[in-house]
């Protein structure tokens, strides 16, 4: 009982800290859930714009107007959202197909900016679009730079990975390197249709 008295006379000396401790701890604590919720709300304004675009989006038929809509109300919220990098990577991809590379580069490098800052969490999507911008980078030819990419830590996709190396050194016909690849990312490959494609690219190999 006496332990509590000592609190309670404690408490009566320094009310004034008390209140003042109780006071800061509360009006922190309301900034940080306004900013949440602020962010929280942003972010699914963000995503119900995304899904709009990504609902009427079909690769045969990729509308570039609604695109941009869709980049320019989103950059609006958040310039920095991480659906802003999902809708640069189907431009990209979009522009590929049209054989417009560099375009497609430029806007993986930009999705790619927006990942630099993110968690680690996102770490799986700058893998994507690290191996999309190798193979934009092999199809012009620019393998030192190709090299230059895969030399990062891969995590989720390194089988991907060893399949760019082996596609890297089948451009320098080094052939024998390339089936090491390949036979590498065979072994931990664990798709059939992944599989498949592997098998082919070790069959076209010539010695």
């Known amino acids: 009982m006496n332990f509590f008295n000592k609190i309670y ?8 800290k008390v209140i003042l ?18 962010s929280q709300n942003k972010d699914k304004e963000a995503g119900d714009i995304y899904l709009n675009f990504y609902s009427s989006y079909t690769s045969s038929s ?3 107007q609604d695109y941009k809509i869709a980049l320019e109300k989103i950059s609006q919220i958040d310039d920095s ?7 640069k990577s189907i431009n990209a991809a979009d522009l590929a197909k049209k054989n417009n590379l560099q375009k497609a580069l430029t806007e993986l490098s930009n999705a790619k900016e927006i ?37 990062q830590k891969f995590t989720t996709y390194q089988t991907n990975k060893l399949i760019l190396e082996g596609d890297i050194f089948t451009k320098e016909q ?30 076209t190999l010539t010695e």
């Open 115 to 151: 990942i630099e800052n993110k968690s680690d969490d996102y770490k799986f999507l700058k893998e994507i679009i690290n191996l999309r911008m190798v193979k934009l980078f092999i199809e012009l030819e620019e393998l030192e730079t190709a090299k230059s990419i895969l030399k």
């Open 21 to 38: 401790f109780i006071f800061i701890f509360g009006f922190s604590y309301a900034i940080y859930l306004y900013f949440y919720i602020t």
């Open 62 to 64: 990729f509308n570039e």
């Open 81 to 87: 959202s991480i659906y802003l990098v999902m809708l």
């Open 9 to 16: 006379a404690w408490i009566l000396n320094n009310y004034i």
């Open 174 to 203: 080094k052939f024998s390197e390339a089936k090491q690849k390949y036979n590498e990312a065979l072994v931990r490959s664990e798709n059939e249709t992944q599989n498949n494609l592997i098998r082919l690219k070790i069959s």
